[in-house]
């Protein structure tokens, strides 16, 4: 069992950056490959990043490329997006995820925990 918790969003301008921190619990989380993802207003959730936990390779949406990173501090059981160059379209609520298995993976049906998500609002 893996519990996620999700932190470091806010309102910010265009251009600005944020960093978001997902703090998992559980012995094995060295062993998840991790995902974040985001929902817009009335859109569904769509893939933003994700980590593979074996050999530490990523995947970005091309819409974020060049200016989100994803990493992971397996000692501190943590995941983080670093978000620059922040745009409107960018607002959403940021879900952590974790699934089984090394590769990443953009479907949300295919990661077993979530998180309850961190708000980012981004003005104009």
Known sequence: QVQLVESGGGLVQAGDSLRLSC????RTFSTYT?????QR???ERE???GISWDDGSTAYVDSVKGRFTISRDNAKKTVYLQMNSL???DT???YCA???GTSVTAGVGYY????QGTQVTVSS
């Not at 077993?112 to 998180?115: A, D, H, L, P, S």
């Open 98 to 100: 974790a699934r089984w």
């Open 23 to 26: 703090a998992a619990s559980g």
């Open 41 to 43: 207003p009335g859109k």
């Open 34 to 38: 991790m995902g974040w993802f985001r």
């Open 87 to 89: 745009e409107p379209e």
């Open 112 to 115: 077993n925990y979530w998180g």
């Open 92 to 94: 959403a609520v940021y």
């Open 47 to 49: 893939f933003v990043a």
